[in-house]
């Protein structure tokens, strides 16, 4: 049974979790009692809102790099952990044959491929990374349109803005987006999986720790992982 309370925290959140953190915070709340209110963006920018003094009390970044350097700047309470290992995935709504992988990025009925900000993003660079490793980088990066996080990459995809785009797992498989398109998984391509981490910030241990910290603990809870494998994503 879930406490009375009248607790709020705000977490910043990765722009790829915005769908699954929803439901998250829905069953969070309902074993806790403790209201949530979201953030989501691309990592690098909740990064530069949180040294400028947004009051975040836990932020769950899209990648490793972004909550380290909080914590090495300060910015961080506690230990930064892996809460979960997120996936990209060739995505389309245009009547396109994906069957044989990204090779279909050569085609040149395919004119604009979205990817999210390399600056700013965790899982821009990774799709680099990937079309580095292919040996499509040099050839396809002049079709590329950035979006400046994951999410917005989705909405390029989803309403035949471009042609074509590497999204989060996570967007396929949400509710507002299954059976939207086709798309194929990227998960065994050399890229690999890509971390993601979480940590208190000191805006959270000042007054709301407890909070923050049943927050932290509960991304680690079964509840909490049902969710997430749910949305495509990978345990630690």
């Not at 604009?112 to 660079?125: E, F, N, R």
């Not at 979006?147 to 995809?157: D, E, L, Y």
Request: with cysteine; aromatic share 10%.
């Amino acid at each position: 049974m879930s406490s009375i309370t009248n607790a709020q925290i705000t977490v910043a959140a990765a722009a790829n979790m915005q769908s699954t953190m929803d439901e998250l915070i829905l069953v969070f709340k309902k074993e806790t009692g403790v209201q949530v209110t979201p953030v989501c963006e691309a990592s690098g920018k909740l990064v530069t809102q949180i040294k400028s003094g947004a009051p975040f009390d836990i932020f769950l970044s899209a990648d490793m790099v972004w909550p380290e350097s909080l914590a090495t700047w300060g910015y961080a309470h506690g230990d930064v952990k892996t809460y979960a290992y997120g996936s990209l995935v060739l995505w389309t709504t245009r009547n396109f044959d994906l069957s044989g992988g990204l090779k279909i990025l050569e085609n040149p009925s395919v004119q604009s491929i979205a990817i999210a900000d390399l600056l700013l993003t965790a899982y821009g660079p990774a799709t680099k990374k990937i079309l580095e490793n292919a040996g499509l980088w040099s050839k396809v990066k002049g079709k590329c349109i950035y979006g400046r996080n994951i999410s917005q990459v989705a909405h390029f995809i989803v309403t035949g803005s471009t042609d074509i785009g590497f999204a989060a797992k996570s967007a396929v498989l949400s509710k507002d987006m299954v059976g939207k398109g086709a798309w194929i998984d990227l998960d065994s391509l050399s890229h690999g999986l890509i971390p993601q981490g979480m940590v208190i910030l000191k805006h959270g241990s000042n007054g709301k720790y407890i909070e923050a910290s049943k927050l932290y603990e509960f991304m680690f809870s079964k509840p909490a992982r049902d969710v997430l494998v749910r949305y495509g994503y990978h345990l630690p």
